[in-house]
């Protein structure tokens, strides 16, 4: 069984990354949907918070499960066995960092695989960032998240 890890943020997931995994469910037999719990990072959504929201999110999408981690990429993708790690590209941008990450994460440990996935053009622009800011002033955003996603947006936002 192949097993492929798609790590990120997710803070929180949107519609782009959920293309991608949809497309790496389709490329492996099973795909952890990774989200770092990193303690320097002020996340809006805690990394419980990101997994649920993750959860839902991929109900419906065969061989994909949501997990968290700490520490370094390569040594939690050794951890469930895999070799494989899945990143998205929005765009030229996105590639210079990500081919530093991959060959970073390539000289640590060898066996690991990068796998590049381009994003769909209509979600280019759509980061989990810009959300956050049309969360803040309460934009619509039923184009860029589930429905769960906008509804725990909107949640934290007026508690702020
Ligand atoms: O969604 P993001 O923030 O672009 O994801 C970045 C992530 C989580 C994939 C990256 O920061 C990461 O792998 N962090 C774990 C620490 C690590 O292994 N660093 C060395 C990689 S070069």
Do not use: C, W
């Not at 069984?1 to 293309?19: E, K």
């Not at 990429?73 to 941008?93: P, T, W």
């Amino acid at each position: 069984m192949r097993l492929a890890i798609y790590p990120g943020s997710f803070d929180p997931i949107t519609y782009g990354h959920l293309d991608i995994v949809k497309r790496a469910a389709k490329l492996f037999d099973g795909v952890i949907v990774a989200v770092l719990n990193n303690a320097d990072k002020a996340p809006v959504f805690p990394a419980d918070e990101r997994i649920e929201l993750i959860e839902t999110a991929v109900s419906g999408i065969g061989g994909v499960t949501a997990d968290s981690f700490e520490g370094l990429l390569v040594d939690y993708v050794k951890s469930k066995g895999a070799d494989v790690v899945i990143r998205g590209l929005r765009g030229s941008s996105d590639f210079e960092s990500e081919l530093r990450m991959a060959q970073m994460n390539r000289q640590l440990d060898e066996d690991i695989i990068t796998v590049f996935l381009p994003s769909d053009a209509g979600n280019s622009f759509v980061s989990s960032s810009l959300i956050k800011q049309i969360a803040a002033y309460g934009g619509d955003l039923s184009e860029f998240v589930p429905a769960p996603v906008a509804s725990a947006l909107r949640n934290k936002f007026k508690q702020r």
